[in-house]
């Protein structure tokens, strides 16, 4: 049974940063891409960063550009998403998901599994 555990979510004042992570088990990590994905309150669920199974490769909403950055540890199974210079349009409940195939995409239908998300919140 696959499973996404993301973690490091929190409350964090306009401009800070926090460090997500999501740690996976029952598939073999290293093969596929990984992505994250936030939903805010009345809003559909939009792409965030995605990363190749070798982490040679990643992308990025244009919204996130420059400020975020998605790295992976295959050794340790984990994706982690660096968010700095963060404002209060970030928040938002963040999932990780693990991909169809090594390739990273944008659209959730290229994600087979997805974590329970954990809560990002930016006051201003």
């Known amino acids: 049974q696959v499973q996404l555990v993301e973690s490091g979510g929190g409350l964090v004042q306009a401009g800070g940063s926090l460090r997500l992570s999501c740690a996976a088990s029952?598939?073999?990590?290293?093969?596929?891409?990984m992505g994250w994905f936030r939903q805010a309150p009345g809003k559909e669920r939009e792409f965030v960063a995605t990363?190749?199974?070798?982490?040679?490769?990643?992308r990025y909403a244009d919204s996130v550009k420059g400020r975020f950055t998605v790295s992976r540890d295959n050794a340790k199974n984990t994706v982690y998403l660096q968010m700095n210079s963060l404002k209060p349009e970030d928040t938002a409940v963040y999932y990780c998901a693990s991909g169809y195939s090594g390739s990273g995409y944008t659209s959730t239908r290229d994600y087979k599994y997805w974590g329970q998300g954990t809560q990002v919140t930016v006051s201003s």
């Open positions: 029952g598939r073999a990590f290293s093969n596929y891409a």
């Open positions: 990363i190749s199974w070798s982490g040679g490769s990643t």
